[in-house]
Structure formats: structure tokens, C-alpha cells
């Protein structure tokens, strides 16, 4: 079995940024003030269903006041538990390259201007991506690290459609090659256990990612929370969601199939517990974690293992 320096059986985001930096870092959630276009409806009305009323950007520093007073109230939040020396700034809250370019990438510059900011990740959806946009992306990662994360979740379209992801896959292809070509490193979303998706279904995504020009991934559990419009759905419909020893195995057999060189970002996520529905044993991220390191070390597991090229 294969170990990297931190212990783990993957290359963990932990590891990268020790080889980036030099040391640890720790990544804050700031909300910019963006939406997206399945909200607004340019592309449709709600957005993704299984996406919180905030966009996912829960713990998102949010509101008015300047950047600077974001950024300090952003670690604040997290100093306790982080024990770092600088800080990723993380853009979570809807899709944060929709919207005049005039008005973002000021936003940018201001968040890497502030000193205590090593780096900016900027999650996005793929057809928000202008080539101005992207060409100010670029010019901004020769300043300090950045990194764009898209938030693909699965490579078909039967499920994309369920959700109400609003765009084709070839978007994203087209989004990846032009990142690339500036030199912007790609970080992909996926879910686990989205509904009607199979064993097969979820590896073929994970086989499909594998063969990516991305730099790293992003792997959680469907979950359902309680400010989401998929909850009314199940609300109403009630449909199966992977148990604990499931979801585990799933994402232990991926990680086996991903590259060597691709940075594992999370393996698990929760929601706002204040909204979680279900599955509650996904509110439980440490257990999670400790769980998919014991299954995977039992079984002698470890990144790249099973990958074929």
C-alpha cells in the first residue's frame, strides 16, 4: 500500500499546498455577491436542485462591508482550527465568473492584494466562463496561485437534467481546454450517489475524469437539505441514498482509479447541519474520513492503484 507524506493513501490537498507553499494552508469561504444563470433565468429558475438557498456557500462570509472586513471575519471563523500561516480565499457562494468582468475581477485583485491571502479559488459553472473572463484569469495567476472550480457533478446528461445543471458536457470540454491554455489549474466537482445514478454510472464519471486535463477533484455524498428544492421533491417522493459503508467503498474504489498527480481537494462534505436531512451519517465528516482511511487501508487501497491508461 502507497502512503504520501501526510499518511494518506491519496495525494491530499493538506500535501499539495505543503509543497506549494512550503507550509500549511487553510482555505476561507467569502461570498462576492453572485448568482447564477439557473437562478436568475437565463437558463432557468431555482438552480441546482440539490443546492441551498445560499448557493452552497453556507459558511460564507457574506453582506456588505469591504473586502478587508470579509476576509478578517472569514478568519476569525476558522482560526481556531486551522493552525495556518496563510489562507486560500475561496469564492463557494453560486457561480463567481457570472457577471460583468468589470466588476469581478476588481474583486479579485482586491482579495489577493491583502497579504494574508496565498492563493484564490474561484468556484464557477463551465458556461460562465467568457474568454475576457478567462484571459483576466489567467493574467491574475501570474500575481499569486488560482485555481477555477467547476461544479460538473456527473458526465450524464439523463442525471444533469434531473438536477437542472443547465449545460452539456461538451461545455465543460470546451471550458477545460481554454483554462488550460491560459495555464489555469482545474478543480471538478462531482457528486456521490446522485439519484438514479449506479455503481457503473458514478465510474464511469470517475474513468472519464481520470483521462481529464484537470489538476484535482472534489468528491461528496448527495445529501438533501432542507432549503434546497430537491428537498420538496423528496419531500414527496422519498428515493434511496447511499448508506455509510456505500458511499465509502464508492469513493474508496474511485480514488483507486484517479491519477497519481491529482490532487484529492475532499473526499467527503456536509451541509449546514441546520438544514441537513439526510442522510444524517454525512453530517459526521471526521467519522467519514476515519472510516474511508480504515476501509482503505484494510483492503491495501491506495491512489492510482487500479488506474488503466
Known amino acids: 500500500m502507497k502512503l504520501w507524506p501526510d499518511q494518506k493513501p ?9 509543497q506549494l507553499f512550503g507550509h500549511k494552508a487553510y482555505k476561507i469561504s467569502l461570498d462576492i455577491g ?4 439557473t437562478r436568475d433565468g437565463r437558463k432557468g429558475i431555482g438552480g441546482c436542485t440539490f443546492c441551498s438557498a445560499k448557493g452552497s456557500g453556507d459558511f460564507a462570509i457574506t453582506g456588505p462591508m469591504d473586502m478587508r472586513k470579509k476576509i478578517d471575519s472569514a478568519i476569525e471563523l476558522v482560526s481556531a482550527k486551522s493552525g495556518s500561516n496563510g489562507y486560500i480565499a475561496y469564492l463557494q457562494a453560486f457561480s463567481n465568473t457570472y457577471g460583468p468582468v468589470d466588476r469581478l475581477v476588481p474583486v479579485y485583485e482586491e482579495i489577493l492584494a491583502d497579504e494574508r491571502i496565498l492563493g484564490l479559488a474561484i468556484g464557477t459553472r463551465p458556461d460562465c466562463l467568457s474568454g475576457r473572463m478567462i484571459k483576466e484569469l489567467g493574467r491574475l495567476s501570474e500575481i499569486k ?8 457533478q456527473t458526465i450524464h446528461q439523463k442525471t ?8 452539456d ?20 466537482h462531482l457528486i456521490v450517489g446522485l439519484m438514479d445514478e449506479t455503481y457503473e454510472d458514478f465510474m464511469a464519471t470517475i474513468d472519464y475524469m481520470a483521462e481529464q486535463p484537470i489538476s484535482g477533484i472534489k468528491l461528496a455524498m448527495l445529501h438533501i437539505l432542507e432549503d434546497s428544492p430537491l428537498y420538496k421533491y423528496y419531500e414527496k417522493e422519498p428515493f434511496p441514498l447511499l448508506d455509510e459503508a456505500t458511499y465509502i467503498k464508492w469513493v474508496a474504489e474511485a480514488i483507486t482509479r484517479l491519477p497519481q498527480e491529482m490532487v484529492i481537494h475532499r473526499v467527503t462534505g456536509d451541509g449546514d447541519h441546520k438544514h441537513l436531512i439526510a442522510p444524517k451519517w454525512s453530517g459526521h465528516k471526521r467519522h467519514v ?4 482511511y ?4 484494510r483492503h491495501g487501497m491506495y491512489q492510482g492503484q487500479a488506474l488503466v491508461r
Open 294 to 297: 480504515q476501509y482503505m487501508a
Open 34 to 37: 453572485c448568482t447564477c444563470p
Open 169 to 188: 458536457l461538451s461545455v465543460y470540454e470546451d471550458a477545460v481546454l481554454k483554462l488550460n491554455s491560459a495555464d489555469i489549474p482545474v478543480i471538478v
Open 160 to 167: 444533469a437534467k434531473l438536477f437542472n445543471r443547465g449545460y
Open 145 to 152: 496561485p488560482l485555481w477555477v472550480e467547476l461544479g460538473l
Open 10 to 18: 491519496y495525494y491530499s490537498v493538506n500535501h499539495y499546498y505543503q
Open 289 to 292: 474520513l476515519n472510516g474511508l
